[in-house]
């Protein structure tokens, strides 16, 4: 019998993992299945007993259970201490394994897929919310020479950017208070191109031959990217490799094998083209 693996959200229609994860086994040659199931806002740890007894060995998890499966975890990585939040789980007997790969599917996706050295640059991360929270010790991790967070709520920025503090100096303030200052990376961990909304950026803030890299992706140019564009960036990239490399983690988890994402992602990529 296949090994059983799914992603649990609410929404999960739209959700991609399904055919990130079947083509991952294609080229592999593992043999599981992988399902996107719909839980109930209020039935996350429901939907987990029921999985797990139905012979499930592990799961992906997005919005808006990750932090709910960090507290269902009885084991946590590193890495998903560090963010609060959980995307992958692997299941064993009694035992919850609880991961979050999104900083490592985010640093790879820039340094492998990207080209783009994360050691001494500059980086403006917008957003204080779970994604950001997720993908800082990774980011740090790389050596960069600082970090700035910038949030509508500075005190939400300053209280995430202190607890990172024994990693690094993280400095954070409101969007206004980048003014004056360049980045070479910039990253949009808002949910602001989901809702087509523009960020209150000031301007000047992307650094000649800079990265303006969005989480979010679809069909098109996202608000923040436009405005990147506008504004001079070097390089934009939105977050679909982040998503493809991500998934690659959570199998390596799984399965001990990393596969290979670039054909996986230049599909995507193809249908995703206007």
Known sequence: MSDLYCVFGNPIAHSKSPAIHAAFAAASGQDLIYEARLAAVDGFQQAISGFIA??????????????????????????????GAVNTLAFNGSD?????????GLVRDMTHNLGFSLAGKRILLLGAGGASRGVIAPLLAEKPVSLFIANRSADKA?????????????????????????????????????S????PLP?????PGSLAYDMM??????????????????????????????????????????????????????????
């Open 54 to 83: 139905a012979g499930g060995k592990g799961a992906n998890v997005t919005v808006p259970f990750k932090e709910e499966a960090f507290r269902l975890a009885t084991r946590l990585s590193e890495r998903a201490a560090r963010a």
């Open 96 to 104: 919850i394994f609880g991961d979050n790969t999104d900083g490592a």
């Open 158 to 194: 300053v209280a995430l950017a202190a607890s990172f503090a024994d990693i690094a100096t993280v400095n954070a303030g409101n969007f206004a208070k980048t003014k004056g200052n360049s980045f070479d990376l910039v990253i949009n961990a808002t949910s602001a191109s989901l």
């Open 196 to 199: 087509g909304e523009s960020l």
């Open 203 to 207: 301007p000047g803030i992307f650094a």
């Open 217 to 274: 992706y679809g069909k098109g140019e996202t608000p923040f990217l436009a405005l990147a564009r506008e504004q001079g960036a070097g390089v934009r990239a939105d977050g679909l490799g982040m998503l493809v490399e991500q998934a690659a983690e959570a199998f390596f988890i799984w399965r001990g094998v990393r596969p290979d994402t670039v054909p996986v992602l230049a599909e995507l990529r193809a249908k995703l083209a206007p």
